[in-house]
């Protein structure tokens, strides 16, 4: 789930795979997560609650690709994976324009560092989008 306010992101937290028995289970545990715990913002006020702009994606399955010239900025989201550290970026965000940025913001976001580059691995996948 991605949360905005005014255009600005203001969380997003999700799951790759599921993790409660129904999608709307899913959504709501994420919505929570969303609001309450990334780290990259502080908790939503009570007060921001009429501001918030809520959008789903439902993930489809990912799959592992060679290299990134199998990834389209607009329709693929990608996971980065080095060992245990994970990242991932959904596709058609504005601001990331090439696949070097969605690849380059993952690896940022799993704690990969730029010299592990040729240590990750690729998957991509795509979404359904709900606004």
């Known amino acids: 789930m991605t949360l905005h306010i005014w255009g600005r992101l203001r969380g997003c937290i999700g799951t790759t795979e ?6 709307a289970r899913e959504i709501i545990q994420n919505g929570i997560s ?3 715990r990334d780290p990259r913002f502080p908790p939503v006020r009570a007060d921001e609650l009429p501001l918030l702009e ?3 994606d439902v993930l489809g ?5 060679s290299s990134p010239e199998e990834l389209d900025v607009e329709r693929y989201g ?3 994976s080095c060992g245990h550290r994970r990242g991932l970026l959904l596709p058609d965000l504005e601001g990331v324009d090439t696949v070097e940025e969605q690849i ?6 799993a704690g990969i560092a730029p010299g592990e580059r040729d240590k990750v691995s690729l998957q991509r996948f795509e979404v359904e989008r709900h606004v």
């Open 61 to 65: 399955a990912p799959e592992d690709i």
């Open 104 to 109: 380059s913001i993952a690896m940022k976001k």
């Open 18 to 23: 599921p993790t409660t028995k129904s999608i």
């Open 78 to 80: 990608v996971i980065v």
């Open 54 to 56: 809520y959008s789903v």
């Open 34 to 36: 969303s609001c309450s």
